[in-house]
C-alpha cells in the first residue's frame, strides 16, 4: 500500500504563489501515475494535474498555464507549483498514486486563496 503525505498549503493572496509537495513511502517508479486533485467546499473532486511514469503532463483548463506538475524521482515526491492564484483556487488539494488495479490518497492539504 503507497502512502502520500501532502505539504505545502496554506493562505495566500489572489496573485501569490504556493508549491505543494506530495511524498510517497515507495518509489515513483512503481507507480503508473501521479496526480492532483482537489475538491472546494459543496463541489466535485477535480483533476487538477497529472505526470504519468513517462514524464507525460496533462492539466485541467483551469491550471494551464498556472500550474505545473513534476517529481522528483529520487525523493519519491511529485510537486504542484501554483502560480497566479485566484480566490476559485480555494480548496483542499489530494495527492493520488494510481497502479494498473489500485489508487491511493493522501489526506489533502489546505489552499486558501483570498481577494
Known amino acids: 500500500q503507497v502512502q502520500l503525505v501532502e505539504s505545502g498549503g496554506g493562505l495566500v493572496q489572489a496573485g501569490g504563489s504556493l508549491r505543494l509537495s506530495c511524498a510517497a513511502s515507495?518509489?515513483?517508479?512503481?507507480?503508473?501515475?501521479m496526480a492532483w486533485h482537489r475538491q472546494a467546499p459543496g463541489k466535485q473532486r477535480e483533476l487538477v494535474a497529472s505526470i504519468s511514469r513517462g514524464d507525460v503532463t496533462n492539466y485541467s483548463d483551469s491550471a494551464k498555464g498556472r500550474f505545473t506538475i513534476s517529481r522528483t524521482n529520487t525523493k519519491n515526491t511529485v510537486y504542484l507549483q501554483m502560480n497566479s492564484l485566484k480566490p476559485e483556487d480555494t480548496a483542499v488539494y489530494y495527492c493520488?498514486?494510481?497502479?494498473?488495479?489500485?489508487?491511493?490518497w493522501g489526506r489533502g492539504t489546505q489552499v486558501t486563496v483570498s481577494s
Open positions: 515507495e518509489s515513483i517508479f512503481s507507480i503508473d501515475s
Open positions: 493520488k498514486a494510481s497502479k494498473p488495479t489500485s489508487a491511493y
